[in-house]
């Protein structure tokens, strides 16, 4: 199944993928979330970016060891076929083209422009951001389509890029805010702001966006040289980095500006702590690397987005397979497969508009699709995590027992605190996600004929 496409990605590209697409829109876009969530309480606003890592590293670890002996064509999509089976395999790699990819990737393309927006000093739900989201979204789409390799070094600068904002603030933001005392005063104040429900649970779902997309990075594993090395590494190295440099991070933020003005500040929260701590200038300076931080993002989300229907074609699943398993003979990409996550991209755009940006357009239906297609994910985490039990023979005890023992707590917990935290919204969200995978079930065997 895995034939046609090239092995053009090395192990620094594969981790540039983990570390490029977790690190970026959400940490700037997410840190101010947690704080108001948690009504200004810095630990707890830590003990969720933990929590939120934890059940990252969790996942991606029993991720690491399927990504040992299974190497197919979609990562994710390989793993829920060979531990629970070729149906939900096919229904996994269709939630993941459908609502997944292209759902993270058009909530990135207006993070970014909001930034970019942020920093021209626009209107961040105007027609200036949504132009220009839309504009980010087609560019990573025609970047990935026509050129693949460059998509990837793109992904490994980007990375480089975007690690040193969050890198400086984590040191100078620190330094800075022990030195006049904010840190300090931050870290024993008491809860500023009322806050309804679990602070706790709320908090830690908000960072879930911030920490998402590393599963991503398996959607190249047929085109990695040497993946059931790489990948792993990848897998758990990357993810690793990123709870260690988001905690740090979120530290240096504290002691930039009081948690009061943080919260306050709203989009421009991150840009009011930078230009505290670094002048004017180079705040602004800095901010710009949030920008290329952001779109670093939107490309390795493109990138997977971009395979999505590819996945099950190469499987001889899914709606007219002879379509979407074609490649382009110059790229050696699937065109097809391509133009159709791009336009699933700019359909979730359009609703997510539609529903968190502007008088909400469909009614009980307005729901924050940057946040609950992940919890759907962590939920059907839980079936493969289970299997693996079973079918874990000469793996070890921690691999086979502890390991996704440990996956499914960290994924229940997700889903629990989403529950607890968002309350109706995942009842209309569900009803859109039912809707969804009967058309994928209605269409699982369309247009298979022509193929005869």
């Given at each position: 199944m895995s034939q046609g496409l090239e092995k053009r990605y090395g192990l620094l590209t594969a981790i540039a993928m983990v570390v490029g697409i977790v690190i970026g829109s959400g940490v700037f876009f997410k840190a101010e979330k947690v704080l108001v969530a948690t009504g200004g309480n810095l630990p707890q606003g830590i003990l969720a970016w933990f929590l939120g890592g934890l059940v990252m590293v969790a996942c991606a670890y029993n991720f690491a060891v399927m990504a040992t002996r299974y190497e197919k064509v979609s990562g994710i999509v390989d793993y829920a076929e060979m531990m629970v089976g070729?149906?939900?395999?096919?229904?996994?790699?269709?939630?993941?083209?459908?609502?997944?990819?292209?759902?993270?990737?058009?909530?990135?393309?207006?993070?970014?422009?909001?930034?970019?927006?942020?920093?021209?000093?626009?209107?961040?739900?105007?027609?200036?951001?949504?132009?220009?989201?839309?504009l980010f979204l087609v560019g990573s789409y025609v970047l990935n389509a026509i050129s693949p390799k460059l998509a990837g070094k793109l992904q490994v600068t980007t990375t480089v890029i975007k690690i040193i904002p969050l890198a400086l603030m984590a040191v100078v933001g620190t330094i800075f805010g022990l030195k006049n005392g904010i840190l300090i005063e931050n870290f024993n104040g008491s809860v500023i702001a009322d806050v309804q429900g679990n602070p706790l649970f709320t908090a830690v779902v908000g960072t879930a966006f911030a920490y998402e997309g590393w599963i991503c990075a398996t959607s190249i594993n047929a085109e990695l040289k040497d993946a059931k090395r790489n990948l792993p590494l990848a897998l758990v190295i990357g993810t690793v980095f990123v709870v260690l440099i988001y905690m740090l991070y979120y530290i240096g933020l504290a002691g930039a500006v009081?948690?009061?003005?943080?919260?306050?500040?709203?989009?421009?929260?991150?840009?009011?702590?930078?230009?505290?701590?670094?002048?004017?200038?180079?705040?602004?300076?800095?901010?710009?690397?949030?920008?290329?931080?952001?779109?670093?993002?939107?490309?390795?989300?493109?990138?997977?987005?971009?395979?999505?229907?590819?996945a099950m074609a190469a499987r001889n699943e899914g709606p007219t397979p002879h379509i979407f398993n074609g490649l382009d003979k110059v790229t050696n990409m699937p065109t097809n497969s391509s133009a159709m996550g791009v336009l699933m991209a700019a359909i979730w755009l359009t609703y997510f508009y539609g529903a968190n940006l502007t008088d909400p357009w469909f009614g009980p239906f307005c729901f924050d699709s940057s946040e609950l297609p992940i919890i759907t994910i962590y939920a059907m985490y839980i079936p493969i995590f289970l299997m693996q039990l079973k079918k874990g023979s000469g793996l070890g005890v921690f691999n086979r027992y502890i390991a996704p023992l440990l996956g499914?707590?960290?994924?229940?917990?997700?889903?629990?605190?989403?529950?607890?935290?968002?309350?109706?919204?995942?009842?209309?969200?569900?009803?859109?996600f039912a809707v969804i995978m009967c058309i994928g079930f209605l269409l699982k065997n369309y247009g298979h004929e022509k193929m005869e």
């Open positions: 070729t149906k939900y395999g096919y229904f996994f790699a269709w939630f993941m083209a459908t609502i997944y990819f292209p759902a993270m990737t058009s909530v990135v393309a207006w993070v970014s422009a909001r930034y970019f927006c942020v920093l021209l000093g626009w209107d961040i739900v105007g027609p200036q951001a949504m132009t220009i989201a839309s009081e948690n009061s003005v943080m919260m306050e500040g709203g989009e421009t929260g991150a840009k009011i702590a930078f230009s505290t701590v670094f002048t004017q200038t180079g705040g602004t300076l800095l901010f710009v690397f949030v920008v290329i931080s952001c779109l670093g993002t939107l490309n390795g989300l493109m990138l997977a987005c971009t395979r999505g229907f590819y499914v707590v960290a994924s229940g917990f997700m889903v629990v605190a989403a529950i607890v935290s968002l309350g109706k919204a995942i009842v209309y969200y569900l009803i859109v």
